[in-house]
């Protein structure tokens, strides 16, 4: 069972911007193989950050106006938004420490500690 919501038109402002909780948001598509790596990783952090980090996926062929709002040009594309705003960018499949270190996630888990 999946964590992360999908994302559309039609909720990505009351799901994204206009969320109380940071949102991770991965932009990929199902012919992508670097997404199908990446994809795993990002369920693992929406199950190990539940309730703290919510964890969006936007598919970039079915969505296409969302990939051009965040400047897509290359997928997998993952973006963290904080208040409404996107705060940090990956680009390509990595290893979730990487992953997460990019997006500073790491930090949040250093400062809860």
């Known amino acids: 069972m999946s964590n992360a919501i ?3 038109h039609d909720n990505f402002e009351a799901e994204v911007l206009s969320s109380d909780l940071p949102v991770l ?10 997404c199908r790596v990446l994809g795993p990783i990002v ?3 929406a199950a ?3 309730g703290t980090l919510k964890v969006g ?3 970039v062929d079915q969505e296409p106006e ?6 897509v040009h290359g997928i997998p594309y993952v973006v963290l938004y904080r208040d409404g705003k996107p705060v940090a960018h990956a680009v390509g499949a990595r290893p979730k420490a990487a992953l997460e270190r990019v997006l ?5 888990i250093r400062a809860a500690a």
């Not at 969302?66 to 400047?71: D, E, I, N, S, T």
């Open 57 to 59: 996926k936007a598919n």
């Open 43 to 45: 369920e693992e952090i």
């Open 48 to 50: 190990e950050r539940k």
């Open 25 to 34: 948001v991965d932009y990929w598509a199902p012919w992508c193989g670097p």
């Open 6 to 8: 999908t994302l559309t």
């Open 66 to 71: 969302l990939a051009a709002r965040a400047g």
């Open 104 to 108: 500073g996630l790491d930090a949040d």
